[in-house]
Protein backbone atom coordinates (compact mmCIF):
# COMPACT_ATOMS: atom_id res chain seq x y z
CA UNK A 1 0.00 0.00 0.00
CA UNK A 2 1.43 3.40 -1.08
CA UNK A 3 1.78 5.42 2.01
CA UNK A 4 1.36 9.14 1.56
CA UNK A 5 2.53 11.91 4.08
CA UNK A 6 -0.07 15.07 3.37
CA UNK A 7 2.82 17.09 5.39
CA UNK A 8 6.58 18.75 3.87
CA UNK A 9 7.13 18.45 8.12
CA UNK A 10 10.95 17.36 8.13
CA UNK A 11 10.18 15.92 11.15
CA UNK A 12 6.60 13.78 10.40
CA UNK A 13 8.64 12.22 7.89
CA UNK A 14 11.54 11.47 9.96
CA UNK A 15 9.47 9.90 12.39
CA UNK A 16 7.55 7.57 10.19
CA UNK A 17 11.20 6.58 7.85
CA UNK A 18 12.21 5.65 11.25
CA UNK A 19 9.90 2.90 10.95
CA UNK A 20 11.44 1.82 8.02
CA UNK A 21 7.79 3.05 6.02
CA UNK A 22 8.63 4.02 2.28
CA UNK A 23 6.76 7.69 2.16
CA UNK A 24 5.99 9.20 -0.59
CA UNK A 25 5.45 13.33 0.62
CA UNK A 26 2.81 15.20 -1.60
CA UNK A 27 1.90 18.27 1.03
CA UNK A 28 -1.71 19.60 0.89
CA UNK A 29 -2.95 23.43 -0.07
CA UNK A 30 -5.76 23.37 1.91
CA UNK A 31 -6.90 26.91 3.67
CA UNK A 32 -5.93 25.89 7.69
CA UNK A 33 -8.60 27.62 10.35
CA UNK A 34 -6.98 29.01 14.10
CA UNK A 35 -10.31 29.09 15.88
CA UNK A 36 -12.72 26.53 16.76
CA UNK A 37 -15.27 25.53 19.84
CA UNK A 38 -12.72 24.02 21.86
CA UNK A 39 -8.38 23.24 20.90
CA UNK A 40 -9.07 19.32 19.70
CA UNK A 41 -11.29 20.70 17.33
CA UNK A 42 -9.15 23.10 15.41
CA UNK A 43 -6.06 20.57 15.00
CA UNK A 44 -9.11 18.03 13.98
CA UNK A 45 -10.35 20.25 11.38
CA UNK A 46 -7.14 21.32 9.90
CA UNK A 47 -5.87 17.78 9.72
CA UNK A 48 -9.00 16.67 8.08
CA UNK A 49 -8.72 19.56 5.42
CA UNK A 50 -5.14 18.30 4.52
CA UNK A 51 -6.16 14.34 3.75
CA UNK A 52 -9.20 15.34 2.22
CA UNK A 53 -7.22 17.84 -0.28
CA UNK A 54 -4.18 14.85 -0.90
CA UNK A 55 -7.02 12.38 -0.94
CA UNK A 56 -8.94 13.62 -3.65
CA UNK A 57 -5.61 13.72 -6.27
CA UNK A 58 -5.33 11.06 -8.60
CA UNK A 59 -3.39 8.13 -8.18
CA UNK A 60 -2.72 4.39 -6.72
CA UNK A 61 -4.49 3.24 -3.89
CA UNK A 62 -2.88 4.79 -0.75
CA UNK A 63 -3.00 5.60 2.69
CA UNK A 64 -3.51 9.65 3.25
CA UNK A 65 -1.84 10.41 6.18
CA UNK A 66 -2.31 13.79 7.55
CA UNK A 67 -1.32 15.66 11.07
CA UNK A 68 -1.94 19.48 12.65
CA UNK A 69 -0.04 20.63 15.52
CA UNK A 70 -0.95 23.89 17.76
CA UNK A 71 0.54 24.70 21.25
CA UNK A 72 -2.56 26.06 23.99
CA UNK A 73 -1.58 27.87 26.89
CA UNK A 74 -4.81 28.79 28.86
CA UNK A 75 -6.96 27.68 25.39
CA UNK A 76 -5.00 30.36 23.69
CA UNK A 77 -3.50 29.22 20.42
CA UNK A 78 0.25 30.16 19.96
CA UNK A 79 1.05 29.51 16.69
CA UNK A 80 3.71 30.06 14.33
CA UNK A 81 5.79 33.23 14.94
CA UNK A 82 5.96 36.13 12.47
CA UNK A 83 9.59 37.40 13.55
CA UNK A 84 12.25 36.74 16.19
CA UNK A 85 10.66 38.92 18.69
CA UNK A 86 7.34 37.75 18.69
CA UNK A 87 9.42 34.14 19.03
CA UNK A 88 10.72 35.33 22.28
CA UNK A 89 7.67 36.63 23.31
CA UNK A 90 6.09 33.64 22.89
CA UNK A 91 9.09 31.68 25.15
CA UNK A 92 8.84 34.48 27.74
CA UNK A 93 4.57 33.42 28.03
CA UNK A 94 5.75 29.75 27.98
CA UNK A 95 8.55 29.97 30.58
CA UNK A 96 7.99 28.02 34.05
CA UNK A 97 4.19 27.33 33.04
CA UNK A 98 2.23 24.30 31.92
CA UNK A 99 0.94 24.14 28.21
CA UNK A 100 -0.96 21.51 26.14
CA UNK A 101 0.30 20.28 22.75
CA UNK A 102 -2.21 19.16 20.81
CA UNK A 103 -1.83 17.22 17.39
CA UNK A 104 -5.26 16.51 14.96
CA UNK A 105 -4.57 13.40 12.57
CA UNK A 106 -7.01 12.05 10.08
CA UNK A 107 -5.81 9.07 8.05
CA UNK A 108 -7.96 8.17 4.60
CA UNK A 109 -7.81 4.20 2.86
CA UNK A 110 -8.44 5.78 -0.75
CA UNK A 111 -8.65 1.82 -1.57
CA UNK A 112 -11.75 1.23 0.56
CA UNK A 113 -12.82 5.27 1.10
CA UNK A 114 -12.62 4.83 4.67
CA UNK A 115 -11.53 7.36 6.80
CA UNK A 116 -10.96 8.14 10.50
CA UNK A 117 -9.32 11.03 12.83
CA UNK A 118 -8.53 11.58 16.39
CA UNK A 119 -6.01 13.34 18.51
CA UNK A 120 -3.48 13.03 21.09
CA UNK A 121 -2.98 15.66 23.97
CA UNK A 122 0.34 16.12 25.54
CA UNK A 123 1.09 18.27 28.44
CA UNK A 124 4.43 20.19 28.21
CA UNK A 125 6.09 22.34 31.36
CA UNK A 126 8.77 24.45 30.44
CA UNK A 127 11.67 25.47 33.29
CA UNK A 128 12.18 29.32 33.95
CA UNK A 129 13.55 30.96 31.33
CA UNK A 130 15.84 33.88 31.80
CA UNK A 131 15.74 36.67 28.90
CA UNK A 132 19.71 35.29 28.23
CA UNK A 133 18.50 31.74 27.72
CA UNK A 134 15.58 32.83 25.28
CA UNK A 135 17.86 34.49 23.21
CA UNK A 136 20.61 31.76 22.75
CA UNK A 137 17.57 29.62 21.78
CA UNK A 138 15.95 31.39 19.23
CA UNK A 139 19.42 32.73 17.93
CA UNK A 140 19.96 28.82 17.73
CA UNK A 141 16.85 27.73 16.49
CA UNK A 142 15.61 30.81 14.68
CA UNK A 143 11.92 29.13 15.04
CA UNK A 144 9.46 30.62 12.96
CA UNK A 145 8.30 27.21 11.57
CA UNK A 146 7.78 26.30 14.95
CA UNK A 147 4.09 26.48 16.46
CA UNK A 148 4.68 28.15 20.24
CA UNK A 149 8.25 29.44 18.59
CA UNK A 150 10.00 25.95 20.14
CA UNK A 151 11.63 22.83 19.44
CA UNK A 152 11.76 19.73 22.01
CA UNK A 153 14.66 18.41 20.04
CA UNK A 154 18.27 19.70 19.78
CA UNK A 155 18.18 23.20 21.43
CA UNK A 156 15.12 22.32 23.12
CA UNK A 157 15.85 20.42 25.21
CA UNK A 158 17.04 22.67 27.29
CA UNK A 159 13.58 24.87 27.75
CA UNK A 160 11.50 21.53 29.00
CA UNK A 161 11.04 20.37 32.60
CA UNK A 162 8.79 17.97 32.55
CA UNK A 163 6.30 16.23 29.48
CA UNK A 164 2.67 13.99 30.62
CA UNK A 165 1.84 12.37 27.58
CA UNK A 166 2.96 11.30 24.03
CA UNK A 167 6.56 12.70 23.46
CA UNK A 168 6.23 11.86 20.09
CA UNK A 169 3.21 14.58 19.98
CA UNK A 170 5.46 16.98 20.67
CA UNK A 171 7.77 16.65 17.89
CA UNK A 172 4.01 16.71 15.29
CA UNK A 173 2.95 12.93 14.87
CA UNK A 174 2.12 10.86 17.69
CA UNK A 175 2.77 7.32 16.55
CA UNK A 176 0.71 5.28 18.78
CA UNK A 177 -2.26 7.23 18.52
CA UNK A 178 -1.72 6.89 14.57
CA UNK A 179 -0.97 2.96 15.10
CA UNK A 180 -4.58 2.59 16.62
CA UNK A 181 -6.61 4.32 14.19
CA UNK A 182 -4.73 2.10 11.11
CA UNK A 183 -5.55 -0.79 13.26
CA UNK A 184 -8.86 0.26 12.85
CA UNK A 185 -9.01 0.36 9.13
CA UNK A 186 -7.49 -2.59 9.20
CA UNK A 187 -3.85 -1.31 8.57
CA UNK A 188 -1.11 -2.61 10.88
CA UNK A 189 2.31 -0.17 11.20
CA UNK A 190 3.92 -3.61 12.05
CA UNK A 191 3.08 -5.11 8.99
CA UNK A 192 3.81 -1.72 6.48
CA UNK A 193 7.37 -1.12 7.71
CA UNK A 194 10.35 -2.56 5.96
CA UNK A 195 12.53 -3.76 9.00
CA UNK A 196 15.90 -3.36 7.43
CA UNK A 197 15.15 0.20 6.92
CA UNK A 198 14.09 1.41 10.28
CA UNK A 199 16.36 3.81 11.93
CA UNK A 200 17.36 5.08 15.69
CA UNK A 201 16.57 8.93 15.80
Not at 59 to 86: C, Q
Not at 141 to 147: F, Q, T, Y
Amino acid sequence: MRIVLASASPRRRALLSALGLDIEVVPSNAAEIDEGPEPASIVVENAKRKRDDVAARPGSPSLVIAADTLVFLDDHVLSKPRDLDEARAMLRRLSGRTHEVITGLAVADTQSGERIEGHERTAVTFGELSDVEIDHFVHAVKPLDRAGAYTVDGPGTLLVARYDGCYQNVLGLPIVRLQKMLLELGHDLFELMDAPRAKFL
